[in-house]
Nanobody, 125 residues
Framework: QVQLVESGGGLVQPGGSLRLSCEVS????????IGWFRQAPGKEREGLSR????????YYADSVKGRFIISRDNAKNTVYLQMNNLKPEDTAVYYCATDLKFDIWTMELRDFTSWGQGTQVTVSS
């Protein structure tokens, strides 16, 4: 079974940082793309970042570029999202996702068929 489990969310003050983790099982991370998405109440799910675990190439949405950093540890089957300078607008449930294809070069939801359950991030003073 393909499983993705997010962790690391919580309550943080504006300007603070969090590091989210996405631990995957049921497949070998080395060959696949992992994406990070978020969904705030009443808003559509938004693609934030992705990493190709084979070559380390990355993508960032404009909304998080310069603040968020995606990385991987293939030996631990884990992808991270380091979130810095958090803003109240970053409050959302954060999801990681993948598909068992070697390459995904979009952030379209339909291209990611396996999803974690999400972890809540709340940015508030």
């Amino acid at each position: 079974q393909v499983q993705l489990v997010e962790s690391g969310g919580g309550l943080v003050q504006p300007g603070g940082s969090l590091r989210l983790s996405c631990e995957v099982s049921g497949f070998t991370l080395d060959y696949y793309v992992i994406g990070w998405f978020r969904q705030a109440p009443g808003k559509e799910r938004e693609g934030l970042s992705r990493i190709n675990s084979r070559d380390g190439s990355t993508y960032y949405a404009d909304s998080v570029k310069g603040r968020f950093i995606i990385s991987r540890d293939n030996a631990k089957n884990t992808v991270y999202l380091q979130m810095n300078n958090l803003k109240p607008e970053d409050t959302a449930v954060y999801y990681c996702a993948t598909d068992l294809k070697f390459d995904i070069w979009t952030m379209e939801l339909r291209d990611f068929t396996s999803w974690g359950q999400g972890t809540q991030v709340t940015v508030s003073s």
